[in-house]
């Protein structure tokens, strides 16, 4: 069996992190063959359509990343967790893995609750974890965690982005709907934006609020509902199984054509639900996190990883791939930055931990910058309206916009529901939705 081959994308990321990879340097005994990175996902439950594109795009990076050297010629050894086993067993799982398997880095979760639940005892276990997925802000605010860091965007830029978006995109609608996951997520998120939305259009009118179970696969009722009521907006910030079931059973009994949609995490289910998504929806991809973003379309390094993942997968990138990797280049670049503080030693926990603080680093798409004050990730946010096209078999984006992290998310020492009652109706021209250009 031939080996696998590197690929440009792994050359690319050789150059891209030419400190971090380089093995000839001479550090003190301490310095591992190998460091072990636990990292949560769903392999399993209908969330793995989302999970297992991320952890398809982790097995792809720490290939290459090994076969260039690794980080300062130690390799990495991912240990994988399921989130699909539930909370009491994630947990277990995720203590196991740091104290048993001595997992240097922690790269944990996709579900709001599992970061709510897990960055307390990250704390205490005094492991470096990141939260590569989760959107709740309340993971991080006020907690002044020393070991937990989000290396992207959280879910105050992502709502006062969307209901920016919507009102520049749509600014007459008077009535919305909205159908979100029964748990942490849906509940978070749709209290943002609905806060926000009050506060930059007080006349809009909630006409519903709609919170099926996590993992539902009936959502007749929601549908027989909002075809009642027609609102003039449906926003969903379901994800995963759940948004695509929702979607094909509401452009079943012609939903979509009645209310305007808006899926600010809609990237994600795009390629799987074809033509069950007509022309029109408004979409989001949680920060720029696109296949087809204008900005990035000759970046040399993102357009390899886009064919090799294809390739390996027989489908397109989504955000939680983009996320993923965004994590991965986080800890490269954050032992690279310890290991220079620190004379040219390999780092301990305190000295990688303090890395991570004021981190500086780019992912496949925009530059991420991590806050010191409370290690919370920044990054722009895109959206656009779903169109037809001649070269893919489902609709893809057009009309790209970004929106920047900038005046849209919660000052560092700030409560978000405090910092939100402060927006008024002026935000909604002061900050600038940017056309995407090659």
Not at 189 to 206: A, G, H, N, Y
Not at 382 to 389: C, D, E, K, Q
């Amino acid at each position: 069996m031939k080996p696998k081959a590197i690929g440009q994308f792994g050359t690319k990321l050789i150059l891209t992190c030419a400190l971090a990879l380089s093995p000839l340097l001479a550090f003190a005994d301490s310095k591992p063959t190998a460091i072990k990175i636990g990292i949560t996902t769903f392999i399993s439950g209908p969330a793995s359509v989302f999970g297992m594109p991320a952890k398809a795009a982790a097995d792809l990076y720490l290939e290459q990343l090994n076969a260039s050297g690794g980080i300062k010629g130690v390799k990495v050894e991912p240990i994988f967790i399921d989130e699909g086993v539930g909370g009491d067993r994630l947990l277990s799982e995720y203590r196991r893995v740091v104290q048993e398997q001595q997992a240097a880095v922690m790269i944990a979760s996709i579900s709001s609750g599992n970061c709510n639940t897990l960055a307390p005892v990250a704390e205490d276990l005094k492991v470096v974890n990141l939260l590569w997925d989760c959107g709740t802000e309340k993971a991080l605010e006020n907690h002044a965690y020393r070991y937990v860091f989000r290396p992207q965007a959280n879910a105050v830029t992502e709502m006062v982005s969307s209901v920016i978006y919507l009102l520049q995109t749509k600014p007459d609608f008077k009535t919305i709907a909205v159908v979100n996951q029964d748990y942490a997520w849906g509940r978070d998120s749709w209290e943002i934006f609905s806060r926000t939305l009050k506060q930059l259009k007080p006349d809009v009118q909630v006409v519903a609020e709609l919170f099926p179970r996590f993992g539902a696969s009936d959502f007749s009722a929601e549908v027989s509902r909002l075809q009642v009521l027609r609102p003039d907006v449906v926003l969903s910030t379901s994800w995963g199984g759940d948004l695509d079931t929702f979607i094909r059973q509401a452009s079943q009994r012609g939903l979509l054509q009645k209310s305007q949609f808006f899926l600010p995490l809609g990237e994600t289910s795009l390629e799987r639900l074809g033509s069950a998504v007509p022309d029109g929806v408004l979409v989001g991809a949680r920060g720029d996190h696109y296949f087809l973003n204008p900005q990035y379309a000759n970046d040399a390094r993102h357009g390899q990883f886009v064919k090799e993942f294809k390739a390996r997968t027989g489908t397109y990138p989504i955000y939680s791939a983009y996320h993923m990797v965004q994590a991965l280049d986080a800890t490269v670049a954050a032992y690279s930055k310890a290991i220079s503080a620190n004379g040219d030693k390999w780092p301990d926990e305190e000295q990688l931990a303090d890395a991570f603080r004021g981190l500086e680093f780019r992912g496949l798409t925009s530059g991420v910058r991590i806050r010191p004050e409370d290690g919370q990730g920044l990054e722009p946010q895109l959206f656009g309206v779903t169109a037809a096209s001649n070269q893919f078999k489902f609709k893809v984006l057009k009309d790209i916009v970004l929106i920047s992290p900038d005046g849209v998310t919660t000052p560092p020492g700030m409560k978000t529901q405090e910092w939100l009652g402060t927006l008024s109706p002026e935000l909604i021209t002061e900050i600038k939705a940017v056309r995407a250009q090659p």
